[in-house]
């Protein structure tokens, strides 16, 4: 039996999934804009042996709930939020294994200077970072830079194409391995012919230029990439390493994950090439019924109106106009295609309600909730990965940091008395920890040699 992967899921703002649940007294959120939140959190899940902290990030506001911010100001529906940058290299000082996972949307900067805040992060973390490939699905984050609206959804992902390969050639062409010597004696930095132009003229990007930053320890950062649209998934099926969806049910996930690793195939892509990760979140204590116990407590400081807020930004309806008994319709739009969908599928014959849809959101968002103590959960997490064929999980937090302890504390120990969770962490960078250094890895569609040559041929 294989060890099942774990991501803590978490985001720079006070209420990220949960909604109402930063007014809980143990809740830490509000204080997202510390650095000892984030250093904290980072010793914590590295005691617990996580692979990575998966960071999300919207940039934009939810103003769909309504038709203004007035509900996402109220109920800190992930806003106010910074930038999740800054926060990593921070934990990276504090900690030597955990990985870090950034979304970044590529629809509103140009891939010239991320590229090099990629390469500056995965300089500092020493090869541990990856980024969430995501874009964007808000028309407030596209009127915050000038545009009329967004562009359309298909439009996005062609964009996205073009965005990668402009990254992929920085990092990856630009600078050879032996490139940067170092030599005191001859005063040579940098040996000027084994760094070379960049010269890209793509259908959305055009660069004539030199990579900032000279060869990091991965070059090219852990790819994550959460699309579940038709697009989204030729696009991780493409150049992902990570996949994240968020399944309310194993059905969903198991069908998600079949169609992902088929496509992928398509590509020549192996199996071993694709980890995914599905969303969850744990309810826990030392045994059922202590842990049902708490999750009624925590439901007692649910928002309603958080809950649709953010349901509203991430399916593009404004659910304000709705009465709260109303069944929901049958909706497609060019938010998120498959957020009403997926609760359709999960359930065919059930008829939600928009009371019903706030209630299965306002803890676990898009994703299942477990509730239970140690053996029940761990069984819940086998079945689940047996069903659905994922590699693991993104926990959410329904209060911060104790869901993440009481995971640790009651889960872990379980997991690895059964021989699915780590003991140690494995040496290397974060792609290095995730997958066989003898697989090779893919980018823009084409094998690159594979990181272990890569490893032994750095200086």
């Known amino acids: 039996m294989s060890e099942i992967l774990f991501n803590a899921f978490d985001m720079t703002c006070v209420s990220h999934q949960a909604s109402g649940l930063w007014r809980h007294p143990q809740d830490q959120a509000d204080q997202y804009n510390t650095i000892s939140y984030w250093t904290n959190l ?5 005691r ?15 103003d769909v709930y309504g038709g203004g911010p007035q509900a996402a100001l109220r109920n800190a529906s992930q806003v106010p939020v910074n930038d999740p940058a800054m926060t990593i290299a921070a934990m990276a000082a504090v900690t030597n294994n955990l990985g870090f996972g950034l979304t970044a949307t ?39 830079v000038g545009h009329a609206k967004q562009a359309g959804h298909d439009t996005r992902y062609e964009i996205a194409h073009d965005y990668l390969d402009v990254v992929t050639k920085l990092w990856n062409q630009s600078w050879d391995d032996g490139a940067v010597l170092r030599d005191r004696e001859r005063g040579i930095f940098t040996d000027p012919d084994k760094v070379r132009r960049i010269e890209h003229n793509g259908p959305h990007f055009s660069i004539d230029a030199i990579h900032l930053c000279e060869p990091s320890p991965q070059r090219t950062p852990v790819l ?51 980890k995914i990760f ?6 826990t204590d030392v045994d059922d019924a202590s842990a049902q116990t708490k999750y009624e407590e925590y439901r007692q400081y649910v ?3 958080g809950a649709l807020t953010l349901m509203s930004g991430w399916t593009g309806v404004d659910f304000s106009t709705y009465a709260p008994d109303e069944p929901i319709k049958h909706i497609r739009n060019d938010a998120i295609h498959s957020a009403i969908d997926s609760l359709t599928v999960a359930d065919p014959d059930r008829v939600w309600t928009i009371r019903e849809l706030a209630e299965h959101a306002a803890i676990g968002g898009l994703g299942v909730t477990f509730v239970g103590g140690p053996q029940t959960i761990a069984d819940k997490l086998e079945a689940w990965v047996d069903e659905t064929d994922v590699d693991g999980f993104n926990l959410a937090y329904a209060v911060t940091p104790g869901s993440f302890n009481d995971f640790i504390d009651h889960i872990v120990p379980e997991l690895q008395r059964r021989g699915r969770y780590k003991t140690a962490y494995k040496p290397g960078t974060l792609r290095e920890k995730l997958f066989d250094t003898s697989e090779f890895q893919f980018v823009k569609g084409t094998r690159r040699e594979s990181t272990e040559t890569y490893v032994k041929r750095r200086p």
């Open 42 to 46: 980072a010793q914590t899940l590295e």
């Open 48 to 62: 617990g042996l996580f692979d990575g902290l998966f960071i999300a990030d919207v940039l934009g506001m939810y």
């Open 106 to 144: 590529l629809s509103f900067e140009h891939p010239y200077p991320f590229a090099r805040r990629m390469s500056t992060l995965d300089h500092l973390t020493n090869g541990r970072v990856g980024w969430n490939i995501v874009t964007g699905y808000l028309n407030s984050a596209a009127k915050g």
């Open 224 to 274: 994550y990439q959460a699309g579940t649209s038709k697009k989204g998934r030729n696009f991780a099926a493409q150049f992902a390493e990570c996949v994240f969806l968020a399944g309310p049910s194993a059905l969903v996930a198991r069908d998600a994950v079949r169609a992902l690793r088929t496509e992928a195939a398509h590509f020549g892509r192996p199996r071993e090439a694709l």
């Open 278 to 283: 599905s969303l969850i979140t744990i309810i």
């Open 303 to 305: 928002s309603f109106e």
